[in-house]
């Protein structure tokens, strides 16, 4: 009887270790982004060391224009070691505007206040 608890907890253990290290490196693989030159091998189809928007896809596509500094159309090694990173996985922060927003305010919409406490009790004891 001891000896097949102790097979149990075992197997449990080797278990549970084997998972967290699955978890493990999984999360390390969520963090690691590709490099300018793995994205370059990655994505350049006539392998001339730089990208034309038709060889990306995905965020790359999206934001071609913004890392392209020189405007001529392509990415170069360069520019995408000089492009903004974006660590957290979202969309970049947009700076904070100041902004007068006075003009957006609906004042056609009426305000009634409701005893919301009547509403509850009626709408409870008349049952619902």
């Known amino acids: ?56 896809d995905g965020p790359l596509t999206d934001d071609f224009t913004k890392i392209d500094a020189n405007s001529d159309g392509f990415l170069t090694l360069d520019e995408l070691n000089e492009a903004p990173h974006n660590h957290e996985g979202g969309p970049p922060n947009e700076p904070i505007k100041n902004q007068d927003l006075s003009n957006e305010i609906n004042s056609s919409v009426k305000v009634v206040p409701v005893n919301t406490n009547y509403f509850i009790t009626e709408n409870i004891i008349g049952g619902i």
């Open 1 to 56: 009887m001891k000896k097949e608890c102790l097979l149990i907890l075992t197997a449990i253990l080797l278990l549970s270790c084997k998972s967290n290290q699955l978890q493990n490196r999984h999360a390390e693989a969520v963090d690691e982004h590709p490099s300018a030159q793995q994205i370059i091998a990655q994505f350049d189809a006539n392998k001339d060391g730089k990208l034309s928007i038709t060889e990306v």
